[in-house]
């Protein structure tokens, strides 16, 4: 259940930030065209789907951290703490 959680988070993590960078894109064009107040508008939308992207990134991590702390605490061994990418592609 937690993997799935983290998955889920890495996932929409992911697609926050390539809203971001979608929106970045389009701020550009806008920009060279002239639209300097749409363009503003849509880099202050892309910043906030960034700042999303890495709270959900965070929220992962500290998932990882509790799962990892409570079977340390059952099992009363250290196990070695897999980074969050490797969980979350082997489950793919």
Request: proline share 1%; glycine share 4%.
């Amino acid at each position: 259940m937690q993997s799935a959680e983290r998955l889920n988070l890495h996932r929409r993590a992911l697609q926050a930030l390539e809203d971001s960078t979608k929106k970045l894109k389009v701020a550009a064009q806008l920009l060279r065209a002239g639209n300097y107040k749409e363009a503003e508008r849509l880099q202050d939308e892309a910043r906030t789907e960034r700042n999303i992207s890495v709270w959900l990134l965070a929220q992962g991590k500290n998932r990882l951290r509790e799962t990892s702390s409570k079977t340390e605490r059952s099992t009363g061994r250290l196990h070695r703490r897999a980074p969050l990418d490797e969980l979350l592609h082997s489950r793919s």
